[in-house]
């Protein structure tokens, strides 16, 4: 199970980058394959389904082994969404690809960078099985929210110096707020890594 969640990671890394960069510099292909490639994530997840389960029913496990379990059944389904919400950044850089660009371009690499690093950075220490660094990771998830506000500020700012521009910085919006989440399900993941090393559920957020 911890193979195969460790493989949904390193594709939802990818499709994160991908679907983020691919709408940056406008690249339909790149942004399609971030579509195409999201049924990978879906085997992968029902995969570890199936072996939860199974190892459930077969089984039978108790304390550690069955807390291990639901834990990382927990942390693929976070990583699932995830990968939807690259999936849905990856549809919107098709739509403005044929759109003009805003006149005042607005730079998402930051967020995405910052956001990239908090999944990254949890998945790191779920690997290692470390919980304060879980908690510490899950203490930066504020820096993305005044990030993704100032984001949003501007946005709304392009919007009411252009009308023509409501469509696109509407869109890009969306983006940001995918960002977001995606930021919100790392914290999530960080909150499962504490109850796999504690057996605490502790609130991050």
Not at 7 to 15: I, K, L, P, Q, S
Not at 36 to 55: C, I, K, P, Y
Request: net charge negative; hydrophobic share 45%; aromatic share 4%.
């Amino acid at each position: 199970m911890r193979d195969t969640v460790t493989a949904m990671a390193e594709r939802v890394d990818r499709a994160l980058l991908t679907a983020v960069d691919g709408l940056s510099r406008r690249d339909v292909e790149a942004c399609r394959g971030v579509v195409s490639a999201d049924h990978e994530v879906n085997e992968l997840h029902r995969q570890v389904r199936e072996l939860a389960f199974t190892t459930i029913l077969i089984e039978a496990p108790v304390a550690g082994d069955l807390r291990a379990l639901l834990g990382l059944l927990h942390v693929s389904s976070e990583l699932e969404r995830i990968g939807d919400h690259c999936v849905s950044i990856a549809k919107i850089g098709i739509t403005l690809a044929a759109l003009p660009e805003l006149r005042r371009p607005l730079d998402l690499t930051p967020l995405r960078a910052y956001v990239a690093e908090q999944v990254r950075d949890v998945f790191a220490t779920m690997i290692a099985g470390d919980p304060d660094r879980a908690r510490a990771v899950a203490a930066r998830d504020d820096r993305v929210d005044r990030m993704y506000h100032r984001v949003f500020d501007d946005l709304i700012e392009v919007m009411g110096e252009d009308s023509e521009t409501i469509y696109q910085a509407t869109n890009l919006l969306f983006v940001a707020h995918h960002l977001e989440r995606i930021a919100d399900r790392a914290t999530n993941i960080a909150e499962d890594v504490v109850f796999l090393a504690t057996g605490q559920i502790e609130e991050l957020g």
